[in-house]
């Protein structure tokens, strides 16, 4: 079994550590939960009954041996920070993927590293995702969509063939993403919205069909 932990101590983190007991359970264990890692929780707090909180990130830059980690947060801002922050070289960052997830041709189908992919998850063809993705349930992929780095798609979202997405982008629960959109960085579709035209980089959409919010 191999050493893991969670970055991240909250809701999201916890779901994470329920999924690794599911993988643990599916097939022969290959994960040891050893704690959480926060920074805005003092160490040795329990984080219910999964374990408790190591330190913060002073602490996994100094760790001495070899440790997988899990970035657990569902802002696609705050897991860039905080990967780009984590320089020890005894960190490792593997795809976490529930046993759920399904994947219509296997042969065309990539994937990086870092990546969360939450239960009944489904991707078709020629479906390409970079790194440190978080795919939070129950998220449909169409045929040639790629995804970038650090975006995070919530419950629900479905998305339509050839689309591309870029990097640090926020896809909402349910949000619709329509056949051959090009998603830049940056882009915040809000929960229940129908994107169908191109959206510009850093900002927010929200509606059916979407259009720009200005807060």
């Known amino acids: 079994m191999r050493d893991i932990a969670i970055y991240g101590a909250g809701g999201f983190g916890r779901e994470v550590a329920c999924m690794i007991n599911k993988i643990n359970n599916t097939a022969q264990p290959i994960w040891k939960l050893i704690g959480f890692f926060d920074d805005g929780k003092e160490p040795d707090a329990a984080v219910s009954h999964f374990g408790k909180v190591l330190g913060g990130l002073e602490t996994l830059n100094n760790w001495s041996s070899p440790l997988c980690v899990a970035l657990c947060f569902g802002n696609p801002n705050t897991v860039r920070n905080v990967r780009d922050r984590l320089t020890n070289p005894n960190l490792e960052f593997p795809n976490l993927i529930d046993p759920s997830f399904s994947i219509a041709d296997p042969e065309t189908f990539s994937i990086g590293l870092g990546n969360i992919i939450k239960g009944d998850c489904h991707v078709t063809t020629n479906v390409k995702i970079g790194n440190f993705n978080l795919l939070n349930g129950y998220v449909a992929i169409g045929h040639d969509v790629s995804i970038g780095d650090f975006n995070a798609i919530m419950p629900g979202a479905r998305i339509s063939g050839e689309v591309k997405i870029g990097n640090q982008n926020?896809?909402?629960a349910d949000c619709f993403i329509k056949q051959l959109i090009k998603i830049g960085s940056h882009v915040t579709?809000?929960?229940?919205?129908?994107?169908?035209?191109?959206?510009?980089?850093?900002?927010?959409y929200i509606g059916n069909p979407a259009k720009i919010f200005k807060f």
């Open 189 to 204: 579709i809000s929960p229940l919205s129908a994107l169908l035209t191109k959206p510009k980089d850093g900002m927010t």
């Open 170 to 172: 926020l896809l909402g």
